[in-house]
């Protein structure tokens, strides 16, 4: 069936450091979107990429998604204690109703 | 506009017991979601509505039922709880996609944290 995988699982940076999260899909997707989970939380949308090779960039957060939409990146420029968090990708299925997700990365952030 | 709303936020209960989970949104939208989340399993989908009237199975639907009442609320029951149905309940709800060929962004609920004894 359909999967979409996350790596790392984890990541422990010190303040000021970038963070990267790759999501890869076994199969080509329409579109990915991210979300933000803060610990105790829930998931909030971050952003949903559409076209092959897409960047956008929303403040210190750059997200890529591959030429062959099977691939997408999330990166974080000079992290902050407020970037604390999992982060997930998701990709629709089902007439684009339903998402599946990855499992997430937990970002830890060191001050 | 309070998005998604959720009961109750805990709840404990014995094996065998059975409970109603509650959702509701406020943003008119057609399709409602129910996830459960557990450590290191991400977010699985339980059920969905596409729409008023509709229900379909996700990826966990044993020992769940749910109940579309109106566009508004979509409810969770556990029949009979199980340990293993202990886990952090998610409703979502969402609508039109924001591209043509985009998915659906998905808004959630602050969560209902579970734990079967």
């Known amino acids: 069936g359909q999967q979409v995988m996350q790596i790392p699982q984890y990541q422990h940076v010190q303040e000021g450091e970038d963070f990267t999260t790759y999501c890869n899909s076994s199969t080509t997707l329409s579109n990915i979107q991210w979300y933000k989970q803060r610990p105790g939380g829930h998931p909030v949308f971050l952003i949903q990429?559409?076209?092959s090779g897409e960047v956008k960039k929303q403040k210190r957060l750059t997200f890529q998604f591959g030429e062959a939409k099977k691939n997408s990146s999330l990166h974080i420029t000079a992290t902050q204690t407020t970037d604390v968090g999992t982060y997930f990708c998701a990709g629709p299925y089902g007439n684009n109703r339903k998402l599946i997700w990855g499992l997430g990365t937990s970002l830890a952030v060191n001050p | 506009n309070a998005g998604v709303t959720q009961t109750p936020k805990f709840q404990v209960l014995k094996t065998g017991q059975s409970m109603t989970l509650q959702c509701a949104q406020d943003m008119n939208h057609n399709s409602m979601y129910w996830y459960r989340q557990d450590p290191g399993m991400g977010l699985r989908l339980i059920y969905y509505s596409a729409s008023e009237g509709t229900t379909d199975k996700g990826e966990v639907p044993n020992g769940y039922n749910v109940s579309r009442l109106n566009k508004r609320e979509f409810s969770l029951r556990l029949e009979s709880a199980a340990p293993s149905q202990t886990s952090v309940y998610f409703c979502?709800?969402?609508?039109?996609?924001?591209?043509?060929?985009?998915?659906?962004?998905?808004?959630f609920g602050p969560g209902t944290r579970l734990t079967v004894t």
């Open positions: 979502a709800s969402s609508e039109a996609p924001l591209q043509r060929s985009g998915a659906y962004e998905q808004y």
């Open positions: 990429l559409v076209k």
